[in-house]
């Protein structure tokens, strides 16, 4: 496999990782903490006293946010190392 | 030992602690300077991140922003930290990869331009200084609010404090006072929110405690010996005064949308949050640094709602309906009360003359409260105002910022909690105002003057403009701290609308196509700019009116709409014009890609 090859296949999956991880963030924020919460809202998180969509908007979100970042490093590391792009 | 003691000596330790690590840190080479020779431990680099973007408006405000607003706050707790996804995922490991010192670095040379540059250090020197102005006058507000100075001398000490680590340590002197800095103000908010969260729902888990039931000291009081949630009680005490529901929302989905998302892409191009990537060895470590940056954030930006609604709780069940004189029987307002009203920060007028206190939705009287002469009292004791008092039954006015700032009063904690509070608003405060002072003298000595103006000036000489730089920074963010121009509250939307509408937009242009060209990129930072410029000049300060707001759009969420017009401006010219030429198409090729990066280097 050539370098060019290979860098172009690189650069793809990391946008398709990204892709996902961006489809999450927006569901938590706009989608659960924003247009969605007054549906959410009718039911609480189990074992809480939080309405879900409230839960999602002051709180859920940003644990989430929290973890995509942490994802997302730890993937694009095992893909740097896979593709001998790492940097050292 | 009393309150003021106290808060001498803890402020006076973390003082001594900023100068001590200045001296340790100094900067000797431009490079040191600008990116702390771009040498910082991720851990290290999240913290300083942390304390870089959590500002005095983070520590003292928030909380009671939300206090008020109740589910509408939560826009800021989503808008302030899901930015950093964008930056994890979008920014922080190309521009670490491209290496070099700045925004402006990146924008001139990816877009082979000293136009885009200039337009860029202008966009970076203006969101700045806009922000610092509100920095100092926190620091001078906190000083005259604990310290007993005025606020001129408080913003004085800032000054002379910044000016010191600031311009002797540059960049690797900042990045170790903010990693000290995150200490304190993380420590500093979680004590008293974890002793409040204990008294009113018996949890010591502020986050936890938020969605459990009503216990503890004062929880079990609040709850009359029911068991019933917090938030539960919370709506229904908002229902009986007239409140909109506390979890629930009033403003309009799209204005919320496009507020967060105004929010989000602004922070992610702020230029003093993503300069703090190129201080980490690899691109590997500004991945993690942003991960470890938002868990740091993540520790305020999830207590801070639960405060919020702790001290909501609390506010309304002590004050309603309690008499203002202290009375054996009946319910009476604590001292508290007395001390906030002293520094105006509470205000009560006795509309029914019942002499207890009443609060409902609505505005007791017009406009901030106006104290008339200073011991002028009412026939209760209480504090009379010159304001013409409203229709409206609500008898109290508030100021959000109490929220916090009398939560250790409120929760009956030891004097030395109360000084801490102190010592972390300072830290908060102190620690943004050097990351963007940086901003700007960065902007100057080395985007303006070595890449622009004078490119064979020596990094000696370069190195004693930025100190310069610094110092004159300093000095006119003083000014601003002390002379406050009226406006400064508004325009911290421009701070985000501009970030949002200029730079996010270039960047990802740079890194995620090839095409993106001088031309393209440069018309689309002047329409985000003019667009998002004059839209919130026209609504916050030549009277605009709600009526008139574009789809229903409030100035604060339209850098969402100048970002969607830089982009389509700069796809449209960029495809009509000649594309870049190939060494800058070779160029995006090598930020994608990790390997070969290198410190930051002193370019020639």
């Given at each position: ?88 | ?61 928030m909380a009671g922003l939300i206090s008020f607003m109740g589910y ?76 007993e100075v005025d606020i001129t001398t408080g913003v004085i000490i ?87 529901a506390y979890t629930s929302g009033s403003k309009s989905k799209l ?350």
């Open positions: 496999m050539d370098t060019q090859k290979n860098h172009s296949q690189y650069w793809r999956l990391n946008i398709r990782l990204v892709c996902i991880l961006l489809a999450i963030w927006f569901i938590v924020s706009y989608g659960c903490g924003i247009l969605f919460t007054d549906v959410l809202n009718t039911v609480n998180l189990p074992g809480t006293a939080f309405p879900l969509g409230f839960w999602f908007a002051q709180q859920g979100s940003i644990f989430v946010f929290v973890i995509l970042i942490f994802v997302y490093s730890f993937q694009m590391n095992r893909l740097d190392q896979q593709y001998g792009v790492a940097e050292d | 030992m009393d309150v003021q003691t106290w808060t001498f000596l803890i402020v006076g330790f973390t003082f001594t602690l900023y100068v001590g690590i200045a001296i340790w840190s100094r900067a000797s080479s431009t490079k040191e300077f600008y990116v702390a020779g771009g040498g910082v431990h991720p851990v290290a680099n999240g913290m300083a991140t942390a304390a870089d973007w959590m500002s005095a408006a983070s520590f003292i405000s509408d706050g939560s826009v800021y707790l989503m808008g302030w930290t899901g930015g950093y996804v964008l930056l994890a995922l979008l920014l922080a490991p190309y521009l670490r990869k491209f290496g070099k010192f700045t925004v402006p670095d990146f924008v001139g040379d990816r877009y082979y331009s000293n136009t885009a540059r200039v337009v860029a250090v202008l966009c970076a020197i203006f969101i700045s200084f806009t922000y610092v102005a509100g920095q100092m006058r926190g620091v001078g507000v906190v000083f005259s609010r604990f310290l800032g000054m002379g404090l910044v000016l010191f680590y600031a311009v002797l340590g540059g960049m690797k002197g900042i990045t170790y006072t903010q990693v000290a800095q995150y200490v304190i103000l993380i420590f500093a908010f979680m004590v008293p929110a974890i002793f409040i969260s204990i008294m009113l729902t018996n949890n010591p888990i502020p986050q936890l405690g938020f969605g459990g039931n009503l216990g503890g000291d004062i929880g079990s009081r609040i709850a009359g010996g029911q068991s019933v949630a917090l938030l539960e009680k919370l709506n229904g005490l908002h229902a009986e005064l007239g409140f909109e204005d919320v949308f496009c507020i967060a998302a105004a929010l989000m892409v602004g922070t992610a191009g702020l230029p003093h949050v993503i300069v703090r990537f190129y201080t980490v060895p690899k691109v590997r470590d500004a991945r993690i640094s942003a991960g470890w940056a938002l868990l740091f954030i993540a520790i305020l930006y999830t207590t801070a709602p639960a405060v919020a609604a702790f001290a909501r709780t609390n506010l309304i069940d002590t004050v309603q309906n309690a008499h203002y004189t202290q009375h054996e029987t009946e319910k009476s307002i604590p001292d508290w009360f007395h001390n906030w009203e002293n520094t105006g920060l509470l205000a009560w007028v006795d509309k029914n003359e019942d002499g207890k206190i009443q609060y409902y939705s609505g505005k007791p009287f017009v406009g901030k409260p106006k104290f008339i002469e200073a011991d002028k009292r009412g026939i209760h004791g209480q504090r009379l105002l010159e304001n013409k008092p409203t229709e409206s039954q609500n008898e109290l006015y508030i100021d959000r910022d109490i929220m916090v700032l009398a939560n250790p009063e409120i929760a009956q904690l030891p004097a030395w909690v109360i000084a801490l509070v102190a010592a972390g608003a300072l830290a908060a405060a102190l620690s943004t105002a050097a990351g963007l002072l940086l901003v700007v003298s960065t902007a100057i000595s080395h985007d303006l003057l070595k890449r622009t103006l004078r490119p064979d000036i020596t990094e000696k000489q370069e190195l004693w403009a930025a100190r310069i730089a610094a110092s004159f920074a300093v000095l006119v963010a003083g000014y601003f701290g002390i002379n406050p121009p009226g406006f400064v509250a508004q325009v911290v939307a421009f701070a985000f609308g501009l970030a949002a509408s200029t730079f996010f937009p270039a960047i990802l242009l740079g890194i995620f196509t090839r095409w993106a060209n001088r031309e393209g990129v440069i018309t689309g930072m002047l329409s985000g700019l003019i667009f998002t410029s004059s839209y919130i000049v026209y609504f916050k300060f030549l009277g605009g009116t709600s009526e008139q707001w574009l789809f229903g759009i409030s100035p604060e969420g339209i850098g969402t709409l100048g970002m969607v017009l830089n982009f389509v401006v700069a796809m449209i010219v960029s495809k009509r014009t000649a594309p870049p030429p190939q060494e800058i198409q070779d160029l995006v090729e090598s930020i994608r890609i990790p390997k070969g990066s290198a410190g930051p280097s002193v370019h020639d």
